[in-house]
């Protein structure tokens, strides 16, 4: 990705071998499957797709219901 920062608790070295493996596992899929290779491409996010999403999380709220559940508003 272009250098943007995701919260999934990896540090920034650890999300480094984390791009370096599954790039390494997309290279090997593309030898054996090509088609298989181009679609889990096709279906990987954009940056537009993150940012949309990190977007979303920010306007949900979570609200206490009086039984003890919480919901997503």
């Keep these: 990705?272009?250098?943007?920062?995701?919260e999934n608790g990896l540090t920034p070295e650890q999300q480094e071998v984390m791009?370096?493996?599954y790039e390494a596992l997309?290279?090997?899929v593309k030898v054996v499957d090509l088609a298989l290779y181009e679609k889990l491409r096709a279906n990987?996010?954009?940056?537009?797709?993150?940012?949309?999403?990190?977007?979303?999380?920010?306007?949900?709220?979570m609200v206490r219901i009086?039984?003890?559940q919480y919901s997503l508003l």
């Design 26 to 28: 997309m290279s090997e």
């Design 44 to 61: 990987e996010l954009t940056l537009a797709d993150v940012y949309k999403l990190r977007h979303s999380k920010e306007e949900k709220k």
């Design 19 to 21: 791009d370096e493996a």
């Design 1 to 6: 990705m272009d250098n943007i920062t995701i």
């Design 66 to 68: 009086e039984d003890g």
